[in-house]
């Protein structure tokens, strides 16, 4: 069993950027297909961006589309979530997640980081 625990949260001005960063005790993170969840208070936790095992495949919620990269680091075991010209609204608690490979259902959760951008 994989546990994530995530990194790089903080505070920022809108326009900045954050890099989050998950790694793995445990478990190879290549062996498995990774997301970035957030959950703003009052809101339902939503998909960020996701990467397929290979990370060949990438995709992004229309939200964050043009402003958010997820990408692997094999060498260093971590999924990475690269987020520019942050807004107000992107301000949430994010989360990394792990599936196995053979279904859709994300079963690892880290714990949470949080990150707050400021008007």
């Known amino acids: 069993q994989v546990q994530l625990v995530e990194s790089g949260g903080g505070l920022v001005q809108a326009g900045g950027s954050l890099r989050l960063s998950c790694a793995a005790n445990g478990r190879a993170l290549s062996s498995y297909g990774m997301g970035w969840f957030r959950q703003a208070p009052g809101k339902e936790r939503a998909l960020v961006a996701a990467?397929?095992?290979?990370?060949?495949?990438?995709t992004y919620a229309d939200t964050v589309k043009g402003r958010c990269t997820i990408s692997r680091d094999k060498a260093r075991n971590t999924v990475s979530l690269q987020m520019n010209s942050l807004k107000p609204e992107d301000t949430a608690v994010y989360y990394c997640a792990a599936r196995e490979v053979w279904t859709t259902k994300y079963d690892y959760w880290g714990q949470g980081t949080q990150v707050t951008v400021s008007s």
């Open positions: 990467i397929s095992q290979s990370g060949g495949i990438t």
